[in-house]
């Protein structure tokens, strides 16, 4: 075994110049560093590129933050070549893509997009109708969501072909209930819109064949449910004239002659139908602490008012004997948390009530009887859409219930149905090609045959 003496002075030298090793090997570390840095700056991964569409003109947004309309030109720099620059596209009427921008090849660097059209498109939908509240069942403005196909042809079997009545080409503007008149070739809808904070509506008409429109109805109330007198001169409508609540009153379709109101009550009162006769007037009532809307009658000169049923959205039948209207099913509508309807069919005087719908898994709305007494035509979401979800379609039925005919499947939702004074077509409302607008089409369907089988 070998014993060696440390030397006491050299070791004191070695810790004398540990501080100074210490320095110098981060020092070393330091200017390695900023050696790397340098060299891999030079050695960036960068490229330009040049990015278009077709159409021009599209939001292009990168994920290092950076947004340009196309077309345009821009040094990209990438982290690795395995790691690429994604761009998002976007553009209204069009779906929005992406693309992934890679640093190789280094001479690919001009990338066009074609943008593929919008098929479908969300639009606001504004509607007026009963809903329960803590002080019972109130008129008010329902805003959805809607679905409406940018296509607006119909591929129906049951349908000949789809003409468009009206020409609204702004989506902020509603076209609410419609009528049309036994007499002449006129129609009236209500157009609404938001004015600040409230919504302003007034009756307008259009000649049929023709897109001039003419105000029956002026000012900053909210007139709705139109319904033509049977000589066709007049008008029956729901409005807040006088205040909050809207109560009914009649006009002159020429606007001659000023508005003269009809009811005078507490209650709502709205969706009015005159008998054929013109003696009566049928409609809809919300009144105070009421669940559920109530249909009343009232002579049309004037006096007074009786309850019938309960259910709204009423409308007479040609031969005045009947009446049409709908009414909610709690249970099911709890069940499903949306609105069950089922259409429902009484005399005049309020008897032999019966229900004519009888599928609760689905909403039927707007009901109307064809100019003969032999059919109904009304809306239901029986049908889907081509993605599967819920939509609206115009529908048909017999009198008695019978042989209910699904008519439009565009897919766009098609509501507010209503025969022309000769029964040969059906006017309705729609959202096809991303606005509300007034259709007409012609059943392709033989009607005649059906109500022979039903004789």
């Known amino acids: ?73 821009r040094k990209l720099t990438f982290e690795s070549h395995d790691k690429p620059i994604a761009v998002g596209f976007a553009k209204d009427g069009f779906k929005g893509t992406n693309i992934a921008i890679y640093s190789k090849p280094p001479a690919l660097t001009n990338y066009h997009v074609k943008l593929n059209r919008e ?69 009236v809808y209500c157009l609404f819109y938001k004015d600040g904070d409230s919504y302003i509506s007034n009756l307008e008409k259009v000649a049929i064949g023709s897109f001039a429109k003419t105000k029956v109805t ?54 009015p139908s005159a008998s054929p006769d013109g003696k009566l007037i049928v409609y809809s009532s919300d009144l105070p602490a009421a669940d559920e809307p109530q249909v009343w009658i009232i002579p049309a000169n004037g006096g007074l008012s009786t309850q019938l049923r309960e259910g709204y959205w009423d409308q007479v039948s040609p031969d005045g004997k009947s009446i049409l209207y709908v009414r909610s099913d709690k249970r099911a509508s709890q069940e499903q948390k949306r609105p069950i309807r089922q259409i429902w069919r009484m005399n005049i005087d309020g008897t032999g009530e019966t229900r004519l719908t009888q599928d609760l898994r689905y909403d039927m709305i707007h009901p109307r009887w064809s100019p003969d007494g032999t059919h109904i035509v009304y809306a239901s979401d029986e049908g889907r859409d081509l993605e599967g979800q819920i939509n609206y379609d115009i529908w048909m039925m017999n009198a008695d219930g019978s042989a209910p005919t699904q008519l439009t499947t565009n897919g766009s939702r098609d509501d507010s149905p209503c025969f022309d004074r000769e029964g040969k077509k059906i006017y309705f409302r729609s959202n096809r090609g991303g606005n509300w607008n007034v259709w007409s089409f012609e059943p392709a369907i033989d009607i005649k045959l059906t109500k022979s089988e039903k004789q």
Request: hydrophobic share 40%; with cysteine.
């Open 218 to 271: 002026t000012g900053r109330f909210f007139d709705y449910f139109p319904a033509f007198a049977p000589d066709g001169k007049t008008l029956v409508f729901s409005s807040n004239r006088t205040g909050e609540t809207p109560i009914l009153w009649r006009v002159r379709i020429d606007g001659a002659g000023g508005i003269e109101r009809l009811t005078n009550t507490q209650a709502e009162d709205f969706a």
């Open 119 to 187: 098929t479908i498109v969300s639009l606001e939908l504004v509607s007026y109708e009963p809903v329960s509240t803590p002080l019972g069942v109130k008129l008010k403005l329902v805003s959805s969501i809607s679905r409406a196909y940018l296509e607006t042809i119909e591929r129906s079997a049951n349908v000949a072909a789809v003409t468009k009545v009206t020409d609204n080409q702004d989506p902020r503007i509603y076209i609410g209930a419609l009528c049309l008149s036994p007499a002449a070739d006129n129609l």
């Open 1 to 73: 075994m070998f014993i060696v003496a440390a030397d006491p002075t050299r070791i004191c030298r070695l810790k004398t110049q540990k501080p100074i090793l210490t320095n110098l090997i981060m020092k070393q570390r330091f200017y390695l560093t900023a050696l790397c840095a340098l060299v891999f700056a030079g050695c960036a991964i960068t490229k330009t590129v040049t990015v278009s569409t077709e159409p021009p003109g599209a939001t292009a947004t990168l994920s290092d933050g950076f947004s340009e309309k196309t077309p345009f030109s």
